[in-house]
């Protein structure tokens, strides 16, 4: 009978002593997960910390080519007060430090006025970028309209050149529009020689397939440049390329124009529109591809959309049919989220800067991609259809 009442004791006893080991166990198990989860916070929070990125040293611009014949046409602007104000003051206000410019040889279809961007209008617009504190970039186009990877057209003055004449042209257009812009004080801090040039300049002479002619033409813009720039400074000249992801295209082109003789220019410019090039990813490789070259680089083109809308019934560029694959919403959010992903890897990477093509170019009538044409790019602008500054447009302060 003893025997049996000490054996359940005895069982009782290892049931309780079981029991305890259980409870304390699950007890330093909360503990322990909490101990853990504490860490990992903590972690997070590290990492989040180191991986803030600097991003005042970047350089930040804008296009504003079209301006003077949006406002010409009606276009008015509006700062966040409602006040209307010089967009070229509503940029600088928000982190803006520089105005970019296009200029075409002798444009006879160039908005509806057709001679807008002419040297007569470029020293308008130059003098106001100065006049409003703000460096000038500039961008030779070397044609009479657009040029870019699909076109690339001998301006109408230089058909009948040899290509000794059109080499001299090139000098000499360049050295005088430079020469102009030096008399009323807006010289330009960069010069763009050619617009988006991967397959070349000036066709059917100085295509990539004939690197050597293409590089003397390119070569004979730069000593414009040398040769007219202020004394005691030094203009920096920029090579630029369309399709900023392809690398392989970035490689062949300034691997072959540099063994042809390319000489003495400062910039790599990119042109990055992610619905058409590809992701920021890829964007990333390229960047850090071109630092063999030694040369400073620039996001010289980039731009985003804010709505699916259209202000003149004129089929957009882009919109959420081509833009989905990209991950960001098009939104004034979507468009102020990828505007500081591309200046924070344009940190991150070591660019000079990040300009942003057209933001100002309202679908107003009138002032179309050419004469008679409406315009496929209001929707990607850093303003409403009534003129109106979106919030996107802080994505260019340093400090927000």
Request: proline fraction near 2%.
């Amino acid at each position: 009978m003893y025997k049996k009442i000490f054996c359940l004791l005895l069982i009782f006893a290892i049931f309780l002593s079981l029991n305890s080991c259980k409870s304390n166990k699950e007890d330093n198990s909360i503990i322990d997960n909490s101990k853990i989860i504490t860490e990992n916070n903590n972690s997070v929070q590290s990492d989040s910390e180191k991986e803030k990125i600097d991003t005042s040293a970047v350089l930040r611009g804008v296009d504003l080519s079209s301006l003077e014949a949006v406002e010409d046409y009606g276009g008015k602007f509006y700062d966040f007060d409602g006040k209307e104000k010089d967009p070229m003051i509503i940029f600088k206000e928000n982190g803006v430090s520089f105005v970019r410019l296009r200029i075409f040889n002798n444009p006879t279809m160039s908005f509806d006025g057709g001679d807008y961007c002419n040297l007569e209008h470029t020293l308008k617009m130059a003098k106001r970028v100065k006049d409003n504190g703000l460096d000038l970039y500039l961008d030779f186009h070397y044609s009479d309209l657009w040029a870019d990877p699909e076109k690339q057209y001998i301006p109408s003055d230089w058909i009948n050149l040899t290509d000794e004449e059109l080499i001299k042209a090139v000098y000499d257009y360049t050295y005088n529009v430079l020469m102009e812009l030096n008399k009323i004080g807006a010289y330009p801090s960069i010069v763009q020689i050619g617009n988006e040039i991967g397959n070349g300049i000036l066709w059917n002479v100085g295509t990539v397939d004939n690197f050597p002619m293409l590089v003397k033409l390119l070569n004979s813009g730069i000593k414009a440049v040398r040769d007219t720039q202020p004394q005691d400074t030094h203009t920096k000249v920029m090579i630029h390329l369309q399709d900023g992801c392809n690398k392989n295209l970035y490689k062949w082109f300034f691997d072959s124009c540099i063994s042809s003789g390319l000489e003495d220019f400062d910039i790599i410019g990119l042109s990055y529109y992610s619905y058409f090039h590809g992701t920021i990813n890829e964007l990333e490789e390229n960047l850090k591809s071109l630092k063999s070259y030694n040369k400073e680089i620039m996001i010289a083109e980039t731009a985003f959309p804010y709505t699916d809308d259209d202000m003149d019934n004129y089929t957009n560029s882009a919109s959420s049919y081509n833009t989905s694959a990209t991950g960001y919403p098009v939104s004034v959010e979507g468009q102020e989220k990828i505007i500081r992903d591309i200046i924070e890897l344009a940190a991150k990477t070591g660019c000079l800067g990040v300009c942003y093509w057209e933001p100002a170019w309202l679908g107003v009538k009138g002032a179309g991609w050419q004469k008679g044409e409406g315009n496929s790019w209001e929707n990607q602008c850093l303003f409403d259809f009534e003129g109106n500054v979106l919030n996107s447009i802080k994505a260019f302060k340093a400090d927000e």
